[in-house]
Structures are given as structure tokens and as C-alpha cells.
């Protein structure tokens, strides 16, 4: 397995399960406009940003909205959000990513975050975790969402590593499609059918191990 210089991170689902808040905030909104929101549908919605999962909501509730509304339903979402990731403290953590974080820094491999949400810097502040990445792309930065590479290739152009170089974990297959258009190698966490194109497939980040860590930087 060839050697990578750089690690990138999705953020919700795999530093930590804000997957639940984001979902418990949607299903309110879905309410509004008559759609009971499935934990199945959900799935659609990981790695997609704000404005697209309200576009998802709306074809699966096969309805349509004003642009006052839909903004309006924007702030509220978030809102409800907010409030929800208000308890997130370190323990909330996913398993295994801080070893990983301390393994990484060790070995001088760069660490970079690409994550589609606009809370990003909030939520790593809130566990704790700012200083270990030497790059923070959210969605502020980025103009195409996932599955478009912007998010990662603006990582790699930041801490000055080739693409090729640079992994890229992942629970969405929005974020694979991302990795793998940007020509990273790609690591999803979750079942191997919910993605096409992986590199490799763990149920979750401490599934990796520091074994396949240590093949892989
Ligand atoms: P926000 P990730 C994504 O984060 C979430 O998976 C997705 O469900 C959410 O809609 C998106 O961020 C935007 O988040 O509303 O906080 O800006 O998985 O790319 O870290
Ligand atoms: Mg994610």
C-alpha cells in the first residue's frame, strides 16, 4: 500500500454522532410541510448541505415551498440544531478518532477537516479537538457541496499536499464521491452496500486499527 502524507475528515459521523440532531432537526421541519421524516430517510441527507437536504425533504414530501419559507426554514433547522448540539462534550467523541489524532500527529502526518456543515469550528470546539487539525474546510468555505471534491481538494491545496496523497474518512456516500473525484484514496465507515467506489470499507473509524493505519501514512 503506498504512503500518504495527509488525512482528511469528514466531521459528522465520523469525529462525532451528530448524524441524531441532525435528523431529530429535519423530522421538525419535515412536520411543517405534512412529511413524517424516516431515520431510513435520513441517510440521503449525510454529507449534503443545508439547502440541498431541504431540497431532498421537499421531492420526498413531493411539495413545494416560497423562497421565504424555505429560508425561513433554513434558520429554523438550524436553530433547533443549535440548541440540540448545545450538551456535545468530549466523551461524545466517536471511538477511536482521538488515538487516531494523537497516532497521525506523532507521525507528522498533516490533518485536515472537510466537512459540509457551517457549525464545523463550533462542534471541534466543543470536544476539544481545534488544535489538532493543521486545516479547517467547512461549509463556509466551499461554493459546490459534496459529492463535489471542492471541499477536499481546497484541504489539500491548503496544506500543500497532492490529492493523491491525502485520505479521506468518510460515512457519507455523498463525501466518497467527493474523495474520489478529487483522485484521493477513500475510506468509508459504515456498510460496504451504502457506498460505490470506496478504497475501503470499516463499520466504523475503530474498526481501522493502527495496524492499517501504519500501512496506510
Ligand atoms: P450544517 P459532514 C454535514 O456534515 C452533515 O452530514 C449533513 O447532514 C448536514 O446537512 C451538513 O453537514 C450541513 O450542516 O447545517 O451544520 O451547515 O458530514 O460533511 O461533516
Ligand atoms: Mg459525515
Known sequence: MEKHQCALFDLDGVVVNTAQYHYLAWKNIAHLVGYDLTFQDNEQLKGVSRPDSLRVILKMAQTSISQDEFDRFLIQKNEDYLVLVQALKTTDILPGI???????????IKIG?????KNALLILEKLNLTSYFDVIIDGNQVKKGKPHPEVFLKGSTALNVKPKACVVFEDASAGIEAAKAAGMTAIALGEPNEFKGADFCFPHFNAIGISTLEKLF
Not at 113 to 117: E, I, K, P, T
Open 113 to 117: 477537516l472537510g466537512s459540509a456543515s
Open 98 to 108: 482521538s488515538e487516531g489524532l494523537v497516532f497521525l500527529k506523532d507521525k507528522g
